[in-house]
Nanobody, 125 residues
Framework: QVQLVESGGGLVQPGESLRLSCAAS????????MGWYRQAPGKQRELVAS???????NVEDSVKGRFTISRNYVNNTMYLQMSSLKPEDTAVYYC???????????????????WGQGTLVTVSS
């Protein structure tokens, strides 16, 4: 059992910055890849940025130069630093992770893929 919880969303004015966090928790688990998605009103969910276990990161063209993804491998927390925010960045932001987990040390690992509940980012003047 692995859970993801996003936080840091809120209302900001255009041009301001915001930092989102995604905390993973569970008894016994190991995460491989993590990523940030967003879904704006009336639009499909889209990938924003991703981070692999090998420390490779990628930011989509729509936010490149403004958003930065980072990951703390000690506390299993992923971050999305957003700068120069625009009204079109308004969306519910979701984090996702995949890896392996087990309920006890006596059981084999199983692969998983989980999503957080989302955090709302509103950019408006």
């Amino acid at each position: 059992q692995v859970q993801l919880v996003e936080s840091g969303g809120g209302l900001v004015q255009p041009g301001e910055s915001l930092r989102l966090s995604c905390a993973a928790s569970g008894s016994i688990f190991s995460i491989n890849d993590m990523g940030w998605y967003r879904q704006a009103p009336g639009k499909q969910r889209e990938l924003v940025a991703s981070s692999t276990r090998s420390s490779d990161t990628n930011v989509e063209d729509s936010v490149k130069g403004r958003f930065t993804i980072s990951r703390n491998y000690v506390n299993n927390t992923m971050y999305l630093q957003m700068s120069s925010l625009k009204p079109e960045d308004t969306a519910v932001y979701y984090c996702t992770a995949d890896g392996r987990s087990r309920t006890t040390y006596y059981l084999p690992y199983k692969s998983f893929e989980v999503w957080g509940q989302g955090t709302l980012v509103t950019v408006s003047s």
